[in-house]
């Protein structure tokens, strides 16, 4: 399993983004895939998740309107983007594959399993 | 967001044992056996070390083990080697409405 993520970016407040993950070695449309934030010296947040296979696309409700996610299995890649980019959006961003358990809310996380090797996002004026 | 809670730093001597906690309540480590442990060198991506509480990845040494009592997980590393001086985290399901998912807020392990 890899995944590959775009590079670093360099954005202004307001701004849009799109950052991709690229998957090789592993059916990507039979697996989760979610994303990550780290924010500067800070722990891990779970962002979301989406099974590329249906699009199903569930959100940690800390980021639920905040980002967007996407997967095209065409070319197995996963994006996560923002219309409008705030200075607090500051932080790396990593993609890993993911185990989810299925409840009353629906599909949760319950692993993070092969990591992509992250994309630093820098919002600044 | 609410985090689990794990000791800010732990350091061992090459050769010793060290164990890392993980505390919770009840609605997460203590209720479901979803814990998970990565483990992050400064600057890299982290690495899922422990899942389900105590099952190993392929590849990931057997110096590496996984517990739980109550509401209380730990990471436990026998044979402390110098490559093992990194930040590690647990993480576990929740049935919280709003979280779904608690991180630890991270241990940083020293090999002295």
């Known amino acids: 399993v890899q995944l590959v993520q775009s590079g670093a970016e360099v954005k202004k407040p307001g701004e849009s983004l799109k950052i991709s993950c690229e998957a090789f070695g592993y059916s990507f449309v039979n697996n989760w895939i979610g994303w990550v934030r780290q924010m500067p010296g800070k722990g891990l947040e779970w962002m979301g998740i989406?099974?590329?296979?249906?699009?199903?696309?569930r959100y940690s409700p800390s980021f639920q309107g905040q980002v967007s996610i996407s997967a095209d299995k065409s070319i197995s890649t996963a994006y996560v983007q923002w219309s409008s980019l705030k200075a607090s959006d500051t932080a790396i961003y990593y993609c890993?594959?993911?185990?989810?358990?299925?409840?009353?809310?629906?599909?949760?996380?319950?692993?993070?399993?092969?990591w992509g090797q992250g994309t630093l996002v820098t919002v600044s004026s | 967001q609410s985090a689990l809670t794990q000791p800010a730093s732990v350091s061992g001597s090459p050769g010793q044992s060290i164990t890392i906690s993980c505390t919770g309540t009840s609605s997460d480590v203590g209720d479901y056996n979803y814990v998970s442990w990565y483990q992050q060198y400064a600057d890299k991506a982290p690495k899922l070390m422990i899942y389900?509480?105590?099952q190993r990845p392929s590849g990931v040494s057997d110096r590496f083990s996984g517990s739980k009592s109550g509401n209380t997980a730990s990471l436990t590393i026998s044979g402390l080697q110098a490559e093992d001086e990194a930040d590690y985290y647990c993480?576990?399901?929740?049935?919280?409405?709003?979280?779904?998912?608690?991180f630890g807020g991270g241990t940083k392990l020293t090999v002295l």
């Open positions: 389900d509480v105590t």
């Open positions: 993480s576990s399901y929740t049935s919280s409405s709003t979280l779904h998912v608690l």
């Open positions: 989406i099974y590329p296979g249906d699009s199903d696309t």
């Open positions: 890993a594959t993911a185990r989810a358990h299925y409840d009353e809310r629906g599909y949760v996380p319950v692993s993070f399993d092969d």
